[in-house]
């Protein structure tokens, strides 16, 4: 359980930076922008590694098939816990 509390933290000091950047700004935000500029910088990066990190345990497994990856994908990003302290299960 030790090892879950970086990724809280990690959490919590990126939502801190997050907020104390647009802290002070005017009211009047582009918010398409902003959630653009997000999901490029942080959601593509993680759909990528979360696919290639499953592939990879797949081939190592012997098991690799695209429908068992792609269901396993769609199941990591979904949920958001894959892929921190511990393997997957790929049942």
């Known amino acids: 359980m030790i090892l879950h509390f970086p990724r809280f933290g990690f959490m919590f000091i990126t939502g801190l930076v997050l907020f104390l950047g647009y802290w002070g700004r005017p009211k009047k935000q582009n918010w398409p922008v902003f959630w653009k500029k997000r999901y490029i910088g942080s959601g593509i990066p993680y759909l990528f590694w979360n696919g290639l990190f499953l592939a990879f345990l797949l081939l190592t497994s012997g098991s690799f098939s695209w429908n068992k990856w792609?269901?396993?994908?769609?199941?990591?990003?979904?949920k958001g816990n894959q892929f921190y302290f511990s393997p997957p299960s790929c049942a």
């Open 70 to 78: 792609l269901t396993g994908w769609l199941e990591a990003i979904s």
